[in-house]
């Protein structure tokens, strides 16, 4: 009798269907933050037809899954609120998920490579940094490191989630992206929410939709550089397996084992991030977006400023909330012992401010904060500072000065040249060794310069140019930097001219570091 009884339940359990669950947009996590002041969407994946209750902050949204079980409601515009709340999804089949701990408050999508991926831990003071991190309010999302060659709906590989800072969670933070938090916050007095997903060495073409690649004008000039990216895979790949195999044979130490290339699938596939680390967060409602790349594109620093409007065009319209605000930090100082030339940094910088042609968008200066001798210089604090700065005044109508001396135009005085500028402030000489001003005649050659404080304006001549028709400020890729307000923030790098270098960038690679590649 009990045997029967047993195999009753049994073929019962297996006849009767299993309730599949609901399955939430991968940021709505516990402790996650919603977008203020702006009609929220929370979706998911649930069975065909079922019928979804969405319930927070007193709102009762209700809808029904497609034939494929896409499901999203819109909550309405809420206030911030700094006390946790608990958002509850229902299905009329699959039961109830509950997200514990929600804030309502601003959430920036913070991405780029390594200076975006750079920690707390590894940054300036982390120690004391951390000790003083207690800041419930600020939360962080970290996406970890996933390629597809295809858009995706979820994350695959480790599970993220929202973390709260604290004294022991900080550490793992983006540096830039928690001193950018920490500065709005500490102003705005609301909660504060960044989504990091960023990875070092990675270029602007991995980070942009196939569709906008295959619209850009310089679809060829990218299709073919990714077609001799995959030859030389091939044959670095057979460089590895030889150096593996002596490697393997020696005994070596694990430190000295050799590094494998990255193919067809990897962090600099044409698309790859966009499809696997932006796609799945489409459409979270968002304050805007806050960036930190270019390094790895400075060889190829001509075609940055296309791709990089490209970009932000495309990211817009595919979160669909209107001209959200992009604001980038531009290149820091770093001399690139790759590049022969010395100014491909220079001209990525100066690709970088093309994008400012596009509304609601604004830049941080940090060619003086930097490190010559390391691209990951540790001083983020200041550059999460200068971004928070340009956000409070771009986005909350702030009064805070957030550049140096903008350069305007230029007046040729015989053997002098008269530099004027944008600024409500004074201007700032300071001494440096080596000249950060240059000047050039006709014949297109540089030549350093001296310059004076005149009013509101600089004077600069060289004795070696009789009549000098162009000058360009720290057009170095590491370069001398004198020039600031009484505020002491910097004048961006900048030139006269529109001369095409004579020069052509070294194709140089990809930067990269050992920490890049892994989460």
């Not at 402790?31 to 649930?46: D, N, S, Y």
């Not at 909550?75 to 509850?88: E, F, I, K, V």
């Not at 053997?415 to 402030?425: A, G, Y």
């Not at 014949?443 to 028709?469: C, E, M, W, Y």
Request: hydrophobic share 40%.
């Amino acid at each position: 009798m009990k045997n029967r009884l047993l195999l009753a339940c049994l073929t019962l359990s297996i006849c009767m269907p299993v309730r599949a669950e609901i399955t939430l947009a991968p940021l709505f996590t516990d402790h996650a933050v919603l977008q203020r002041e702006k009609t929220v969407p929370v979706w998911g994946k649930a069975e065909p037809a079922e019928i979804i209750t969405v319930t927070f902050s007193g709102q009762k949204k209700e809808t029904a899954a497609d034939s494929a079980g896409r499901w999203k409601v819109l909550l309405d515009a809420m206030p911030a609120s700094s006390s946790g709340a608990s958002l509850q999804v229902t299905g009329s089949v699959s039961g109830a998920t509950d997200i514990q701990g929600v804030l309502v408050g601003d959430v920036w999508f913070a991405s780029g490579q390594s200076n975006m991926q750079h920690t707390v831990s590894k940054c300036r003071n982390a120690q004391e940094e951390a000790a003083t991190a207690n800041h419930p309010q600020i939360r962080m999302f970290k996406v970890w490191f996933n390629v597809s060659e295809t858009p995706q709906e979820s994350l695959t590989g480790k599970r993220a989630k929202w973390s709260i800072c604290q004294p022991n969670s900080v550490g793992s933070f983006s540096a830039v992206g928690y001193y950018f938090a920490r500065e709005l916050h500490k102003e705005l007095q609301v909660p504060i929410g960044i989504i990091n997903s960023s990875w070092g060495g990675t270029q602007i073409e991995s980070w942009m939709s196939s569709p906008t690649l295959q619209a850009s004008p310089l679809k060829d000039k990218i299709d073919e550089w990714w077609k001799q990216y995959l030859a030389d895979y091939e044959v670095d790949l057979a460089v590895y397996q030889r150096k593996l195999t002596t490697w393997e044979s020696a005994g070596a130490l694990p430190a000295d084992k050799p590094r494998e290339p990255q193919g067809a699938v990897s962090r600099w596939t044409p698309s790859g991030l966009f499809n696997a680390m932006v796609h799945p967060f489409i459409p979270y409602g968002l304050r805007g977006f806050i960036w930190y790349q270019g390094e790895a594109n400075t060889a190829r620093f001509d075609q940055y400023g296309t791709l990089f409007k490209a970009l932000i065009t495309d990211w817009r319209k595919d979160f669909a909330q209107g001209d959200l605000p992009f604001y980038f930090v531009q290149l820091a100082n770093f001399d690139h012992k790759q590049d022969t030339t010395g100014q491909t940094w220079a001209f990525l910088r100066e690709a970088q401010l093309e994008a400012l042609s596009l509304p609601n968008t604004g830049t941080a200066i940090t060619v003086d904060i930097g490190d010559p001798k390391d691209a990951h210089y540790t001083n983020k604090q200041e550059a999460g500072r200068r971004l928070a700065a340009v956000a409070l005044a771009g986005t909350f109508a702030r009064r805070i000065n957030t550049s140096g001396p903008v350069f305007e135009r230029t007046t040729e005085e015989g053997r002098r040249l008269r530099l004027h500028f944008q600024s409500e402030k004074e201007l700032v000489l300071q001494p440096v060794e080596l000249a950060a001003f240059e000047v050039a005649g006709e014949d297109q050659n540089f030549h350093a310069a001296s310059a004076s404080i005149d009013g509101k304006t600089l004077l600069v001549a060289s004795p070696q140019v009789s009549r000098p028709v162009a000058v360009r400020y720290a057009w170095r890729n590491a370069p001398s930097i004198s020039l600031f307000d009484t505020d002491g923030l910097p004048a961006p790098p900048f030139r006269s001219d529109q001369w095409t270098p004579k020069t052509p960038a070294q194709t140089m690679g990809v930067p990269d570091s050992g920490n890049d590649a892994g989460n």
